[in-house]
């Protein structure tokens, strides 16, 4: 079957850094997606990886290792408004995705 | 680029109504649509996947017979809660795929239908 796992939960600091991890167990793996969420909205694109390494957008990279099935959304100089819930997502042949229970990021002044 | 519209945005109704959402991709064309449901506090869960011309595909444990979806065209999918109760309640959002090979963004989400059975 197919299962992601991420933190429940995250509290940092604004202006830190917080890394999100993600591991998956799944065949027929094409890439991880991370999407972010605000209470009462839809999903919001972040990144995406179907090769190993890393991807930087803005304050926001994320990573992949195709060997360790594993990845990490990494956001940097936290702002209040990151507030939100982050969801990887695994993406397979058929471009179905598949999402984490998600990490509630809490930002603290 | 790449707009997804979805309509309503919200709906109440009484138990037992079928309830019709739409979603449309506004500026390309979608060979897939998906769609999702999420419960409060949740992820989201699949419910099925549409191409266009072809029946849906539903993920284990969803009702095809309740939950009714076309796909007539490559720009818009419908999906129909068919005699609606109280459990149903939640947020649907409906996400494309683009027509292209390529796009670094795997799917494109619309904003979501928050339903509400009475």
């Known amino acids: 079957g197919q299962s992601l796992e991420q933190p429940s939960e995250v509290t940092a600091v604004e202006g830190a850094i917080v890394q999100i991890n993600c591991t998956y167990q799944t065949s027929g793996f094409y890439g991880l997606s991370w999407y972010q969420q605000h209470d009462g909205g839809a999903p919001t694109f972040l990144s995406y990886n179907a090769l190993d390494g890393l991807e930087e957008t803005g304050r926001f990279s994320s990573f992949l290792s195709r060997s360790d099935s594993y990845g990490y959304l990494l956001l940097q100089e936290l702002q209040m408004k990151d507030s939100a819930s982050y969801f990887c997502a695994e993406m397979d042949s058929s471009y179905k995705l598949i999402f984490g229970s998600g990490t509630r990021l809490l930002v603290r002044p | 680029g790449a707009v997804v519209s979805q309509h309503p945005s919200w709906v109440i109704c009484k138990s037992g109504t079928s309830v019709k959402i739409e979603c449309r991709s506004l500026d390309f064309q979608a060979t897939t649509m998906f769609w999702y449901r999420q419960f409060p506090k949740q992820s989201l869960m699949l419910m099925a996947t549409?191409?266009?011309?072809?029946?849906?595909?539903?993920e284990q444990g969803v009702e095809k017979d309740k939950f009714l979806i076309n796909h007539a065209s490559l720009t818009l999918s419908t999906l129909t809660v068919t005699s609606a109760h109280p459990e149903d309640s939640s947020f649907y959002i409906c996400s494309a795929r683009d027509r292209q090979v390529y796009s670094n963004q795997p799917q494109h989400f619309g904003d979501g239908t928050r339903l509400s059975i009475l």
């Open positions: 549409s191409n266009e011309g072809s029946k849906a595909t539903y």
